[in-house]
């Protein structure tokens, strides 16, 4: 944990500019909760499975977070929709920094991604109209042979774009939430 915090210091406030390369005009703002907790001197982060009967992304792997309510900060707005899909306590999370934004090509959202650091393992209960199943996993478990793989995809308005996909026991993890772990993963391993 202490290297992601020594990275996040390092790498300073992310850029308000989204990453995919692609402007959706009328994106819906978005706030995510990156949460990591150490045990057993390894820094683990806390994903979930969306619900299948939900309308976007069902029965993908996610971070806890969604759209903003009118007027809302996308840090409030992460640890409100954590609070409500994981019954994760806001007063438990320490706000190590923020990851870039990202666009998203299939819901239009602009997600701004928030790193915490909390103090245990949590303990949560998923939302069931909202969250399958909550589930964690160690960074170096995200870094380890045979888990990471990339694709190239070509999309509307972007060509050869990368994908990346992390192949768990029981876990396919891509899209939005696997760029936000590669950017993670890129700012811890690369500060070694």
């Known amino acids: 944990m202490e290297r992601v915090r020594a990275s996040l210091e390092l790498q300073g406030p992310a850029t308000s500019e989204p990453v995919t390369g692609l402007e959706v005009a009328s994106a819906r703002e978005a706030g995510v909760l990156v949460p990591l907790f150490e045990e057993a001197r390894e820094a ?19 971070f806890p977070g969604g759209r903003l309510e009118p007027g809302e900060e996308p840090v409030a707005g992460a640890l409100r929709e954590a609070h409500e899909e994981v019954g994760l306590d806001p007063a438990e999370v320490e706000i190590l920094g923020s990851l870039a934004p990202l666009q998203t090509v299939s819901s239009g959202s602009r997600i701004t991604p928030f790193v915490g650091a909390l103090g245990r393992r949590p303990p949560l209960a998923p939302n069931p109209a909202e969250v399958a ?35 768990l026991a029981d876990e396919t993890v891509w899209g939005a939430t696997a760029r936000i772990l590669m950017e993670l993963l890129e700012l811890v391993v690369g500060a070694a």
Do not use: K, N
């Open 44 to 62: 683990r982060v806390v994903l979930t499975r969306r619900a299948a009967h939900l309308r976007s992304h069902t029965g993908e792997v996610a």
């Open 133 to 167: 199943r909550i589930f964690d996993v160690s960074l170096a478990e995200l870094v380890s042979d045979g888990v990471y793989r990339e694709e190239r995809w070509d999309l509307p308005g972007l060509e050869d774009r990368p994908m990346h996909f992390f192949e």
